[in-house]
């Protein structure tokens, strides 16, 4: 199946209906998951959104998927205009395990400042957060400031914002 005929089944049949059919054909090989990633990180919208919650949907019973595919992920977050699309791309950084520490630098900065932009979604910044812990797990050198950029903004989050802040604030807490 060709990628536009997949895009073309997404806008046609009704996304939220059709989820585990568009994975099942991702599952099944009828549509490769290379043809499905170069439409997420094509950034065109609607596709790249409604086919990224699809990629969401596999990769999470395919953690491994996108392993090798992480730092192309990392390098469009700056072009994604729509909140949604950057909510499930950031998900998708979240959810694969990372092997390599490429671009570490640029993500954790990335993130930061999804934080500390009032403009942006509490859903978007779950994620950014949930980045930003996991990369401070691995890197002890930057808790401190992942503790600070938190009681920062600890203020302006939503409560669900505020419960994911208080673990990380409790987990990297210095006495």
Known sequence: MAPAEFISQINEEGIYLKMTEKV????????????????????????????CWILNHYVDSHKHTLENR??????????????????????????????????????LDFCINVLTDMSIPVGV???????????????PEIREEVVLVIKEIFPYLSTGGKNRAGKILKKYAVD
């Open 24 to 51: 099942a054909l991702i599952e099944s090989g009828e549509i490769s998951v290379d043809d499905v990633f170069r439409i997420v990180v094509s950034n065109n919208e609607p596709e790249a959104f409604y086919t």
């Open 70 to 107: 992480l730092d192309e992920l990392i390098e469009i977050l700056p072009h994604i205009k729509r909140s949604g699309l950057l909510r499930l791309v950031l998900r998708l950084i979240v959810i694969t395990p990372r092997k390599k520490k490429k671009k570490l630098g640029f993500l």
């Open 125 to 139: 910044k779950t994620h950014a957060m949930s980045i930003i812990d996991k990369i401070a797990e691995t890197e």
